[in-house]
Nanobody, 126 residues
Framework: QPQLMETGGGSVQPGGSLRLSCTGS????????MGWFRQAPGMERVEIAS???????IYAESAKGRFTISRDNTKEILYLQLNSLKPTDSGMYYC????????????????????WGAGVLVTVSS
């Protein structure tokens, strides 16, 4: 059973950048997808970006042009580069994965996720 762990969170000023990483024990192969979700205090968890085994990538509107999702398949690390951060980007960021019958669209749906990391906190404030 894969274990996901996020690192790279922290506190930054508006306009700053962070890079989140998600390492997963176990081997991801076949028709998998992975993604990032964010949950702000008192809010529902929402999708930020996802990718699948074909390389297809989908971004939420709030992430387009500022965030970049990528995966190092050799190291099996999922990344989320966060640029031009805003206070509204603050929250817990969760790495997510589904290992079967998955597409980037599937990994946008919280109910379709099979595996979650514990989350990492990102705080954007001046």
């Amino acid at each position: 059973q894969p274990q996901l762990m996020e690192t790279g969170g922290g506190s930054v000023q508006p306009g700053g950048s962070l890079r989140l990483s998600c390492t997963g024990s176990g081997t991801f192969y076949g028709t998998y997808c992975m993604g990032w979700f964010r949950q702000a205090p008192g809010m529902e968890r929402v999708e930020i970006a996802s990718l699948d085994h074909t390389g297809r990538i989908i971004y939420a509107e709030s992430a387009k042009g500022r965030f970049t999702i990528s995966r190092d398949n050799t190291k099996e690390i999922l990344y989320l580069q966060l640029n031009s951060l805003k206070p509204t980007d603050s929250g817990m960021y969760y790495c997510a994965a589904r290992l079967t019958g998955a597409t980037a669209e599937v990994c946008q749906r919280e109910y379709a996720i099979d595996y979650w990391g514990a989350g990492v906190l990102v705080t954007v404030s001046s």
